[in-house]
């Protein structure tokens, strides 16, 4: 049987418009600049304290969200962790509301009442961030499980990082979603970190998601997370794989977080240099080079990045002006009636 | 009209709004083909089938993570948990997802779910197999929380949780399984957030849940015979929503109240109960309130003692004389 690698190299071509094409690859880079200049700015909003709370940032990682919701359809689901504005934007959620909830207003995407680690867009198949390590994991199946009840076609992801790999809810949900054969693809995004603590400390095999694969019957899958071409080609095959019927993918992306880990963490923890050996990585440069490689203009490449940056400061103005949420809000949605009643 | 148990009652329960409504799906350990490890769902894998009554590994987060993802996206999930006591190992479902993630969303995410699950004590399995973990649920904003204490309340309330766009833990209580009740012919639909006032009475309320009721009605039955003490007995059936306006009117009747509580004292439901009636209706009483509840310990294997730790039909008769003769 082929690997999925073989796959992507058979499917791969050359030139701007093989199997990815132009118009995919300028979206591809164009929703990596979203990402990228988002989180840079919720980040200077952090240190100017006007994002309160915690913030945790996918600086670095962009293309393996890019690459991901460039392969979704609508009423595909996304299922994401508190690291998750970038797979909320992905999905083509705006700026302002990402930004807005991050600021604690009430044109936050939740009104400011889940905060930066529970973006939530229903409606862009965002269906949560989760703050709890690893129980999405076990959620995207039970979505996953519904789509194959109702012959639904859509497919549920859920991105999460190599620390989940250790919980028991990863385990609980790979070994579910194969038995079940659930259109389930589950990504882990391996950016060698914890918190503060090298993955590799701490796990018995040296690729945390890849190296378990196998324990589930699944194919042993590990790509290059910071190229979104191989991400996108990646994630078409299980996505492929999903709606056939033939069940969940495990798919690790090789990464590193720019940033640290959340809020201002200076991450002193990291070896001297390897920030900067895997700058020479970053997704968006590479992708960059990638478009003038394939003779995309110079002038087209600035245009994209202006007008990324026009929405990102249009979207903070927005959110330093708008108010902070009603305090009537306190207690709605406690239950499905709007309420908050326990009693009568 | 037909003589049913408790048991019996569950299987035409989940029957009952399986029929109903095709979305509707069951899963839990052991529950399909086996007909789960109480025989509390024998004969539905037959009924619905394999794609709507599933077997799952022993993964409870798998199981309750599964269920809440399906009721998030348009199917109506009943999930069992073999026995209450486990979840302790699937708590965050039931504490950080299912109850928040509505509040969190600002309304965006809905969680329409029923986790069934066996709990209480009585059958010498243990402190890990025989707890009442109905406050654990209690304290969490987002929940609601049932418990029937016989055949008929089992189906209404079963079918009320399934209807009810809100996640509800649904406590059956193991002791009842072969408890028998006389149950209607048809559709059986009850309300959440009701308790029953199932014995009528002037000298004191005694509110209790699942297997505590009846005890209660017992001791009832008792205090009368024996002391011409006449009690009301209020199942109080659904702790969130709590039903204070039945408790609240039936203090205002006796002037006297007492819960009758299996969970471990400390945080028990009825300190709610009293707090609620000490604060609202303080000057209907006329004397202390007082709980009756299991000692703040792990519950005891052995016959004996495991006997001695529940609240009995004579250790409440007796608090009552004694309070009330005081
Ligand atoms: C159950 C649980 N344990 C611990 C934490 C605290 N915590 C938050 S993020 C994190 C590190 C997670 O690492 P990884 O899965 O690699 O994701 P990354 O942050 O690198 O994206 C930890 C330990 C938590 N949120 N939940
Ligand atoms: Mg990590």
């Not at chain 2, 979840?87 to 965050?92: G, I, M, R, Y």
């Not at chain 2, 009846?214 to 009368?224: D, F, S, V, Y």
């Not at chain 2, 006449?230 to 306006?245: A, I, K, M, N, Y």
Request: glycine share 8%; aromatic share 8%; net charge negative.
């Amino acid at each position: 049987m082929a690997t999925a690698k073989d796959r992507a190299q058979a499917k791969a071509g050359s030139g701007l418009n093989d199997d990815i094409g132009e118009q995919k690859r300028l979206e591809l880079y164009r929703t990596q600049v979203v990402l990228r200049e988002a989180e840079q700015r919720a980040y200077d909003l952090f240190l100017q304290n006007l994002v309160k709370g915690t913030s945790h940032l996918s600086l670095g990682q962009e293309a393996v969200a890019a690459g991901f919701a460039g392969a979704m359809k609508p009423g595909d689901l996304s299922f994401c962790t508190y690291r998750g504005h970038a797979h909320t934007l992905a999905r083509g959620v705006p700026v302002e509301k990402v930004l807005g909830e991050l600021m604690q207003r009430d044109n936050g995407l939740m009104r400011g009442k889940g905060g930066s680690m529970h973006l939530t867009s229903v409606d862009h198949g965002v269906m949560g961030s989760y703050a709890i390590i690893g129980a999405h994991l076990p959620i995207a199946c039970g979505a996953a499980w519904r789509a194959q009840y109702k012959g639904d076609k859509d497919v549920s992801v859920c991105f999460f990082g190599d620390g989940t790999t250790n919980i028991g809810a990863f385990h609980e949900a790979l070994n579910f979603a194969a038995v079940w054969k659930l259109p389930v693809i589950f990504v882990c995004e391996n950016n060698l970190y914890m918190e503060y603590t090298p993955i590799g400390d701490v796990t018995a095999v040296p690729q945390p998601a890849a190296d378990r694969a196998s324990a589930y019957g699944l194919e042993r899958i590990l790509i290059d997370g910071n190229d979104a071409d191989v991400v996108y080609r990646a994630a078409q095959i299980a996505f492929d794989k999903a709606r056939a019927g033939e069940g969940p993918s495990l798919i690790e992306c090789l990464t590193y977080r720019q940033s640290g880990h959340s809020r201002a963490d200076p991450a002193k923890y990291r070896p001297e240099g390897e920030l900067d050996r895997w700058k020479l990585r970053d997704p968006i440069k590479i992708y960059r080079e990638r478009l003038l490689q394939f003779g995309v203009a110079e002038r087209v490449i600035a245009d994209i990045d202006a007008q990324v940056r026009k929405v990102v400061d249009d979207a903070t103005e927005a959110c330093k002006a708008a108010p902070p949420p009603p305090l009537d809000i306190i207690a709605t949605d406690v239950y499905a009636d709007g309420g908050w009643a326990w009693r009568n | 009209m037909a003589e049913l148990t408790y048991r019996d009652a569950v299987i035409r329960g989940i029957a009952q709004e399986m029929s109903r409504d095709p979305d509707v799906v069951f899963l839990g350990e052991d529950v399909a083909k086996a007909g789960g490890v109480f025989k509390a769902t024998v004969g539905l894998y037959e009924q619905f089938g394999p794609l709507r009554v599933r077997d799952t590994p022993i993964s409870e987060q798998a199981i309750l993570g599964a269920a809440m993802g399906a009721a998030m996206t348009g199917l109506k999930p009943i999930a069992e948990i073999m026995f209450s006591d486990f979840f302790a190992v699937c708590f965050d479902y039931i504490a950080n997802e299912f109850p928040k993630s509505r509040y969190m969303s600002n309304g965006q995410v809905k969680c329409p779910l029923v986790v069934r699950t066996g709990n209480g004590a009585g059958s010498r399995f243990g402190a890990q197999h025989s707890q009442s973990v109905e406050n654990w649920c209690m304290m969490i904003p987002g929940l609601k929380v049932v418990a029937p204490s016989n055949p008929r309340d089992v189906i209404g309330l079963l079918a009320a949780s399934v209807r009810d766009p809100d996640p509800v833990i649904f406590l059956e209580h193991k002791s009842l399984y072969p408890t028998k009740g006389e149950v209607p012919d048809g559709e059986i639909v009850d309300t959440l957030g009701t308790a029953k006032v199932l014995r009528s009475g002037k000298d004191a309320t005694i509110c209790a849940l699942a297997l505590m009721v009846p005890r209660a009605l017992e001791a009832a039955e008792k205090l009368k015979a024996k002391h011409g003490i006449d009690c009301e007995v209020v199942d109080v059936r659904s702790l969130v929503p709590l039903d204070t306006q039945t408790i609240l009117g039936s203090v205002a009747r006796t002037h006297r109240l007492f819960t009758v509580e299996e969970n471990p004292r400390l945080c028990g439901w009825g300190a709610e109960i009293v707090s609620i009636v000490a604060d609202e209706a303080f000057y209907d009483l006329d004397g202390p309130p007082v709980r009756i509840t299991t000692p703040h310990i792990p519950l005891p294997a052995a016959d004996i003692l495991e006997d001695i730790v529940l609240p009995t039909p004579d250790r409440i008769a007796e608090t009552v004389r004694r309070s009330l003769q005081s």
